[in-house]
C-alpha cells in the first residue's frame, strides 16, 4: 500500500473499519501527503452513517448487482496483491475492498447522495431524533430574521463526525446545502438538498472528516449562498 492506486482501493473499507492493523497503519502513514487521498477520504466519510439507514425493506426493493460484478472487482483486487501475500491472505485481504466497493453501489442506488430529507407538511417543527442518534451531544439555533430554526447532533466517530440536523421553517421549494466549518476556517460540504413539504421541514444526516473537536459551526444556506441558519457548535 504504497501508491495512491493501493490507498484509493482500500479507502471504503477503511471507513467501514474492516482493513486489518497492518494495511490501516499504511494508509494512514500515507495520507498526511497525499492531499488526493485524503480528498477522496472526505467524500467517504459519510459511508457509515449511510448504510445505517439502509433498512430490510430499501434493500427488497433494489435489484442485486449482476454477478460478474463481485468477480470482476475480488479479480482485480487479487490481481493487485499478486506476489505480496499467499492465497489465503490475499483472499482475507481483498474481500473487505470488494464488499466495501458493493456497498457503495448499494448506497448510490438507494440514497444518491450524502443528505436525506424526510417528513410530512404536516407540522412545522422539526422531527424527533433518530434511535441512532440518542446520546449524540444536541446544539440548537434559530435565525430570527427569518425564523428558520434547527438543531445538530453530533457524534464522534473514528472518521470524523456523524451529522444529524433537524430543521424547520424552511420556505417550500428553496434547494439548501449544509456545511461544516473548521476552528481553522477549513470547510467541508456535506450535500445539499431540495425542500418539498409546505412548512419546510426535515431531518438531513451526513458525516463530515472533522473530529469533533475540530467543529466551530454549521452553516445552511441556499446554493447562491445566503445565509439560512448558523449553529454555533
Known sequence: ???????????????????????????????????????ELAGLAGLPAMLGRVDEAQLAQM?????????G???????????????LRRRAGWAPLAVAACLLL??????????????TDETA??????????GAERIAATNPETKIKGYVLLKQKKWGTEVELHLAGVPKG????????????????????YVPYDKGYGA?????MFPRGQLFS????????????????
Open 106 to 119: 448499494i448506497v448510490g442506488a438507494l440514497f444518491g447522495g450524502l443528505v436525506f430529507p424526510s417528513g
Open 63 to 71: 435489484a442485486g448487482p449482476p454477478p460478474e460484478l463481485l468477480d
Open 125 to 134: 417543527a422539526p422531527p424527533p431524533p433518530s434511535a441512532s442518534a440518542r
Open 174 to 193: 428553496s434547494r439548501c446545502r449544509l456545511l461544516v466549518v473548521a476552528r481553522d476556517g477549513r470547510r467541508d460540504a456535506l450535500g445539499s438538498w
Open 1 to 39: 500500500m504504497n501508491d495512491c492506486a493501493d490507498v484509493r482501493t482500500s479507502l471504503g473499507a477503511y471507513v467501514l473499519g474492516s482493513l486489518d492493523p497492518a494495511d490501516r497503519a499504511r494508509l494512514e502513514s500515507h495520507l498526511p501527503g497525499c492531499p488526493a487521498c485524503r480528498d
Open 218 to 233: 454549521l452553516e445552511i444556506v441556499g446554493l447562491d449562498g445566503a445565509p439560512l441558519l448558523t449553529i454555533p457548535t
Open 204 to 208: 438531513y444526516t451526513g458525516s463530515t
Open 73 to 87: 472487482l475480488l479479480t482485480r483486487a487479487a490481481g493487485r496483491r499478486t506476489g505480496r501475500l499467499t492465497s
